[in-house]
């Protein structure tokens, strides 16, 4: 091979998806190829070039555009025009932005040479946004071949048939029952019908513990309003439901009647060291400083989990969990030092953490909403309560949060009407420290304690949201504040100075704008959801987002969040601080296009946000 033909071949070479070839068909590619020069202002393809071509850009800059003018891409160095390979391109124009010095081949002959590397040719015949739902789709099988408690039934997991006892047995008969069985719980049932449950820990504490007599009703001591979970879901929902609600057994119904019985234990025996047990774990503790030892093994769990292929999203589920776990574990060590609450309450947890999204070493966003019945005097007891609750959680490694949104913050600390004044306030005045604090308290849930205090208060914001089109606009407007870090032609805009120099900020410049960009949708359709795949997946076909749109939404979130996943472990195992900065440079090329086509998709939403605010 020739020098011309060998620096052609050099350049190639390093250009997905020409990176996926051999180099006996790189080298035949490089000989169909042709050099064109094209002159700015010029238009493509060249008077003498009638073929279907590929254009490859050695240096120069391209644009497409329809027949309207509207621009619909623009090509820089090393990147691949496709646009005159297939015959649907009546309607667009390629011009010249500048000077151009073009890598020409004929399509027929590149796909006779490199047709059956079906990676390579769906690069030319996909979109980005098919291209990067590929992508995707391989991600997600190969979480599938590692499957753990996010993809197994609970069919796989749940004991049957489930043993009851009627409402009118005594406690006596239901721990003799229990005993013979060697179970730890039952089912309280009147006339068949389910009525609660009671299990060893309500013998202990219910009967034994205050002195009821043996012979009362079982009834006395069980627990109502029993939660259930449905066959068809997955077995890490029971555990979000378990961990949420904090208890250890969940009765299992098909169509609403009763089938089974999972519980922690169930799950554990499956999964080991991991989340699972991490949280068993916890709920043993009985000091602050046991908690902080159980803490080290988050940056190893999230570790492991990234090595073995486990999607972004079980991640962020799995360490929120964790979370979740820590803060009930710490309440509940406080309510025994500070005793009884005065007044119900909720603790409640905010952004990432509510959202499910939490990875390791994440900071605190939390508050307290607290029951209407509240008095002056009550105050010192919450305060205390979370004084305490968040220096255990410091200590545990979530750093106090920056911009003290926490319940140590006496505006954090409300009542319920306070809380429903200041969603009011932040819908009907949405100035900038409003739409702010929008960022942080519409991503909000119930960690502990009574839920229907913000049920309650969420519910009359969705209604109000949902009619206040002012109130969308503002919020679309700062949404659009985050922008991806795409050039003027599609290049990569890097940090240009300080500690994170030439990096992409991945979190603020990729995952954000999505994060915003669902809320936005939730909020425009009543949507009580607060994790962004879960609030794209049911905006999907309503008048604020087209199922489409919301599938190339889902895919970007996914492929950031899994690098960001991986960058912050491979950070966490050299025993280094994780952040969200990520070096083009650490990823394969094809990850970098991937990267791009995701960019692309978050700029094509915010564009359209735009023009519709």
Request: aromatic share 8%; net charge negative.
């Amino acid at each position: 091979m020739d020098s011309a033909l060998t620096e052609i071949s050099e350049f190639i070479q390093a250009i997905p998806p020409m990176d996926l070839l051999p180099s006996n068909i790189l080298e035949q590619v490089v000989k169909e190829i042709s050099i064109c020069y094209v002159r700015r202002g010029e238009s493509l393809p060249p008077k003498d070039v009638s073929d279907e071509n590929l254009y490859i850009l050695r240096k120069g800059a391209l644009s497409s555009v329809t027949a309207d003018d509207e621009l619909l891409a623009r090509y820089g160095e090393g990147e691949i025009c496709t646009v005159f390979c297939f015959n649907n391109n009546d309607n667009i124009k390629v011009t010249t932005d500048e000077d151009t010095l073009l890598y020409s081949i004929n399509y027929n002959s590149f796909y006779q040479l490199a047709g059956e590397f079906s990676d390579v040719m769906a690069f030319f015949q996909q979109t980005s946004e098919q291209r990067l739902n590929k992508k995707m789709l391989q991600v997600n099988e190969d979480a599938i071949l590692n499957a753990s408690l996010l993809n197994s039934s609970i069919a796989n997991f749940y004991h049957s048939p489930v043993v009851t006892i009627a409402s009118d047995a005594s406690i006596q008969q239901a721990a003799i029952l229990m005993t013979e069985k060697g179970l730890s719980c039952l089912v309280i049932t009147d006339n068949e019908q389910p009525l609660g449950i009671v299990t060893d820990k309500d013998i202990r504490r219910r009967c034994v513990a205050q002195g009821l007599a043996i012979d009362q009703p079982v009834s006395a001591i069980m627990t109502d309003n029993m939660a259930t979970i449905d066959l068809k879901n997955t077995a890490y929902d029971a555990l979000m439901m378990m961990t949420q609600k904090h208890i250890h057994h969940l009765p299992v119904t098909v169509n609403n009647q009763l089938k089974g019985m999972v519980t922690v234990t169930d799950l554990m025996n499956n999964e080991g060291q991991n989340a699972v047990n991490i949280i068993s774990v916890i709920h043993k503790a009985k000091s602050v400083s046991e908690l902080t030892d159980i803490s080290h093994m988050i940056p190893k769990l999230q570790i492991r989990m990234a090595k073995l292929g486990t999607t972004a999203d079980h991640v962020g589920k799995s360490i929120s969990a964790i979370t979740m776990a820590f803060t009930i574990r710490l309440i509940e060590m406080a309510e025994k030092l500070l005793g009884p609450p005065p007044v119900p309450y909720a603790w409640l947890a905010a952004g990432s953490q509510a959202r499910q999204e939490q990875f390791a070493h994440s900071d605190q966003d939390n508050a307290l909403i607290i029951s209407n019945d509240m008095q002056p005097q009550h105050n010192y007891w919450f305060k205390d309560l979370a004084t305490f609750v968040s220096d255990g959680l410091a200590a545990c490694g979530f750093i106090y949060c920056p911009g003290d949104v926490m319940a140590t913050n006496p505006k954090w600390c409300q009542t319920q009407d306070v809380w429903t004044q200041y969603f009011a306030k932040w819908i009907n005045t949405p100035e900038p420290k409003a739409l702010m604090h929008c960022s942080i308290f519409f991503d909000l849930a119930t960690v502990y304690g009574d839920s229907s205090l913000l049920e309650q208060v969420q519910t009359k914001m969705l209604k109000t949201t949902q009619r206040s089109t002012l109130f969308i606009a503002h919020l679309s407007r700062n949404a659009l504040n985050l922008r991806p870090p795409l050039g003027f032609f599609r290049d990569f805009v890097l940090i240009q100075d300080g500690e994170n120099k030439a990096t992409l900020d991945l979190k603020h410049n990729g995952i954000a704008p999505i994060v915003d960009l669902a809320r936005i949708y939730a909020l425009s359709e009543g949507i009580s959801s607060v994790n962004t795949i879960e609030r794209l997946q049911q905006a999907a076909g309503t008048p604020s987002l087209t199922k489409a749109s919301a599938a190339n939404l889902i895919d970007a979130y996914e492929f950031l969040s899994m690098l960001r996943m991986m960058h912050q472990a491979n950070k966490l195992q050299q025993g280094q601080q994780p952040n969200n900065y990520l070096s083009p440079k650490e990823i394969s090329k094809l990850e970098r296009e991937h990267l791009k086509d995701a960019f692309k998709v978050i700029k094509t939403m915010q564009d359209s946000r735009q023009s519709t605010y």
